[in-house]
C-alpha cells in the first residue's frame, strides 16, 4: 500500500563520492553559484535512476495516477513531476505554502513549486536506490565582493555544461560538512579546462 510509505524517511541515504586521488566522472546537474552545486556520480547508479524515472513515470501515469497524498509536510519524500519534461521524479518538500509546496528533487539538486495536488506518495520500492544528488562547492574559490553574479553563474552554467548531461571530471578534495569540495576539469576540448582557475582568471570569482 503506497499510502502508508509516505514519511520523512531519514534512512533514506544520499549517495557520496568515493575519496581517493582519482578522477572521478560526474554531471553537473544543478546550479545554486560556485559554491553549491549539485553533481551525480557516472556509473551503475546513474543508470538505475534513469530506469527509476522510467518506472515511477509508467506507474504514476497508470495505476497510481489518482492516488493522492492525504497531507504533505516539510521533509517527506514524494513523487513529482518535472514540469519539462512529463516524467516523474523523487523529491523532497522543502516548504509547505498555502496552496504550493517547495520541492527539491532529490535525483538533481534542482527545486520547483508545485501545487501540492500534483506530488504523490512515494512507494517504498522507490525509495531503495540512495539519493543521487551530491551537493558540492568549488575548491578554493570564493565570490567576488558583491557576491556571486548572474555573470558568474552563467559561464559557471557553460563551463560544467549543467543539465546538458556532458561528463566532466572531478577532484575530490575535502568533505566539510557533508559537501564535497571539488575541482572541476573539462576534458571534452583538445586543452583541459581546470573549472576553478578558469573563473578565477575571468574575474568572476576570487582564490
Ligand atoms: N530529460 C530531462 C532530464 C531532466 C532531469 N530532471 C531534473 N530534475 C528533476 N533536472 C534536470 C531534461 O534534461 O530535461
Known amino acids: 500500500d503506497v ?36 553533481v551525480q556520480l557516472i556509473g551503475s547508479t546513474a543508470v538505475k535512476l534513469d530506469q527509476l524515472s522510467e518506472s515511477m513515470t509508467r506507474f504514476y501515469e497508470t495505476t497510481g495516477k489518482d492516488l493522492t497524498l492525504p497531507s504533505v509536510k516539510k521533509g517527506d519524500l514524494v513523487a513529482a513531476p518535472f514540469e519539462n519534461d512529463n516524467t516523474w521524479y523523487r523529491a523532497r518538500v522543502m516548504d509547505v505554502q498555502v ?42 574559490v570564493e565570490p567576488t565582493p558583491g557576491g556571486w553574479s548572474d555573470a558568474t553563474f552563467e559561464r559557471f552554467e557553460q563551463l560544467t555544461y ?20 571539488l575541482v572541476l576539469y573539462d576534458t571534452n576540448k583538445e586543452q583541459d579546462v581546470n573549472i576553478n582557475d578558469e573563473l578565477v582568471k575571468c574575474g568572476l570569482a576570487l582564490a
Open 99 to 140: 496552496s504550493e509546496l517547495d520541492v527539491f528533487y532529490v535525483d538533481y539538486g534542482d527545486s520547483a513549486y508545485l501545487d501540492a495536488s500534483k506530488v504523490k506518495p512515494l512507494s517504498a520500492e522507490y525509495l531503495e536506490l540512495p539519493l543521487q544528488a551530491i551537493e558540492c562547492r568549488l575548491h578554493g
Open 3 to 38: 499510502s502508508e510509505s509516505q514519511c520523512s524517511r531519514e534512512s533514506v541515504r544520499t549517495m557520496s563520492l568515493p575519496k581517493g586521488p582519482e578522477y572521478l566522472e560526474v554531471y553537473v546537474s544543478a546550479i545554486a553559484h560556485p559554491g553549491a552545486f549539485w
Open 162 to 181: 549543467c543539465a546538458k548531461w556532458k561528463v566532466i571530471m572531478a577532484q575530490l578534495i575535502a568533505y566539510e560538512k557533508d559537501i564535497a569540495s
